[in-house]
């Protein structure tokens, strides 16, 4: 099983949070973050990345399903 974890570059805000919970998983550039890698081995730590993105601009998924961020 992989996840795939994509960032929205039009809604991140730069704020570094994902790059400081998880820089293993994601890397942050002048403006806003991308991930490391597209595709993961299934992580907690990414789902808590998404679910604390104050712009809610990464989103994991498991195939077709949504994984995060959890509501
Ligand atoms: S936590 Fe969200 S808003 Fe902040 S850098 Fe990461 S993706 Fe962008």
Do not use: N, Y
């Amino acid at each position: 099983m992989t996840w795939h974890v994509e960032v929205d570059e039009r809604t991140c805000i730069g704020s570094g949070m994902c790059a400081a919970l998880a820089p293993e998983l994601f890397t942050l550039d002048d403006d806003h973050a991308s991930p490391v890698a597209p595709d993961i081995e299934p992580d907690e730590v990414a789902l808590d990345a998404a679910d604390s993105c104050p712009a809610l601009a990464i989103t994991v998924t498991d195939g077709a399903k949504a994984v995060a961020p959890r509501s």
